[in-house]
Nanobody, 123 residues
Framework: QVQLVESGGGLVQAGGSLGLSCAASGRAFRSYVVGWFRQAPGKEREFVAGVSQIGSRLYYADSVKGRFTVARENAKNTVYLQMNTRKPEDTAVYYC????????????????WGQGAQVTVSS
C-alpha cells in the first residue's frame, strides 16, 4: 500500500506563489508515477500535472502550463507542486495520486490518493 499526504495549502493572493508537498510512505513509492489533480465544489476532478518515476519527464494541463511546476525528490519520498497563482479558478482542493501509467490524465488511472489540500486564491 501507498499512503499519500498533501500539505502546504492555504490562502494566497492572486499573483502570489504557493507550494504544495505530497509526502509518500515507503521506498516502493519510487516505482510509481505521480499526478496532481484539483477539484472545485460541484466540478469534476481534473488533471493538473504529472511526473515520471524519477522526475525527468513532466506533464501539465494547458490551464496551468507555464505557471505551475511539478517535481519529485525521491530521496525524501516527496512530490512537489509549485504554483504561480494568477487565476481565481486555481481555487480548489488539490490532490496528489500515485499510479502506474506515466502521463495518465484520468482520475481512475491512479491507484492511491491523498486526502487533499485546500487552496484558495483571492483577487
Amino acid at each position: 500500500q501507498v499512503q499519500l499526504v498533501e500539505s502546504g495549502g492555504g490562502l494566497v493572493q492572486a499573483g502570489g506563489s504557493l507550494g504544495l508537498s505530497c509526502a509518500a510512505s515507503g521506498r516502493a513509492f519510487r516505482s510509481y508515477v505521480v499526478g496532481w489533480f484539483r477539484q472545485a465544489p460541484g466540478k469534476e476532478r481534473e488533471f493538473v500535472a504529472g511526473v515520471s518515476q524519477i522526475g525527468s519527464r513532466l506533464y501539465y494541463a494547458d490551464s496551468v502550463k507555464g505557471r505551475f511546476t511539478v517535481a519529485r525528490e525521491n530521496a525524501k519520498n516527496t512530490v512537489y507542486l509549485q504554483m504561480n497563482t494568477r487565476k481565481p479558478e486555481d481555487t480548489a482542493v488539490y490532490y496528489c495520486a500515485a499510479g502506474r501509467t506515466e502521463g495518465a490524465r484520468g482520475r481512475y488511472e491512479y491507484d492511491y490518493w491523498g486526502q487533499g489540500a485546500q487552496v484558495t486564491v483571492s483577487s
